[in-house]
T-cell receptor
Framework: DAGVIQSPRHEVTEMGQEVTLRCKPI?????LFWYRQTMMRGLELLIY????????DSGMPEDRFSAKMPNASFSTLKIQPSEPRDSAVYFC????????????FGPGTRLLVL | TQLLEQSPQFLSIQEGENLTVYCNSS?????LQWYRQEPGEGPVLLVT?????EVKKLKRLTFQFGDARKDSSLHITAAQPGDTGLYLC??????????FGAGTTVTVRA
């Protein structure tokens, strides 16, 4: 299995621009999670989906952030407009059939907003 | 404020030495997990401890869950350069979403 796939691996953009991060979960996994990792705040859960439906988005920092999962094999996290404080590594993870099962993380997207 | 406090934040030791990393909380967890994250990669699950007082061993790594299920430790015996990485503990308060500690960066010098 290819594992969780994320793209791009690195993104550099200017403040005010729209940024779209992409994730392909492991095939057959029902849960998909978006995390953000920074030195200051560590690894934080932003939102998670079950069977393509957003269940809990309480970790999304503000309205500039949105996430979608149009089908079982694809999800996006969008930031519009981006700000320098959004600079972080964004991880996507998936798990098989429950919140309690092992989460498998992708390699992350390193975002730098200038 | 982190739900899970990890200490120390950084640890640098010589190959062959032992080390211990701690994960503490005032909350009770149904289970605690330990992950290792290498540069440029996502965290990878090492172990899950479920029962208070439980001890699990993974080669040179020993994981312990506190009796009250509020804390955990990771001990590495005879550390090797391949053990270098960010070690994260994570728990589920009320068996819900996974909450991560800030991590301990371990560097093992050859």
């Amino acid at each position: 299995d290819a594992g969780v796939i994320q793209s791009p691996r690195h993104e550099v953009t200017e403040m005010g621009q729209e940024v779209t991060l992409r994730c392909k979960p492991i095939s057959g996994h029902d849960y998909l999670f978006w995390y953000r990792q920074t030195m200051m705040r560590g690894l934080e859960l932003l939102i998670y989906f079950n069977n393509n439906v957003p269940i809990d988005d309480s970790g999304m920092p503000e309205d500039r952030f949105s996430a979608k999962m149009p089908n079982a094999s694809f999800s996006t996290l969008k930031i519009q407009p981006s700000e320098p404080r959004d600079s972080a590594v964004y991880f996507c993870a998936s798990s098989l059939s429950s919140l309690q099962e092992t989460q498998y993380f992708g390699p992350g997207t390193r975002l730098l907003v200038l | 404020t982190q739900l899970l406090e990890q200490s120390p934040q950084f640890l640098s030791i010589q190959e062959g030495e032992n080390l211990t990393v701690y994960c503490n909380s005032s909350s009770v967890f149904s289970s605690l997990q330990w992950y290792r994250q290498e540069p440029g990669e996502g965290p990878v699950l090492l172990v899950t401890v479920v029962t208070g007082g439980e001890v699990k061993k993974l080669k040179r790594l020993t994981f312990q869950f506190g009796d009250a299920r509020k804390d955990s430790s990771l001990h590495i015996t005879a550390a090797q350069p391949g053990d270098t990485g960010l070690y994260l503990c994570a728990g589920r308060p009320n068996d819900y979403k996974l909450s991560f500690g800030a991590g301990t960066t371990v560097t093992v010098r050859a």
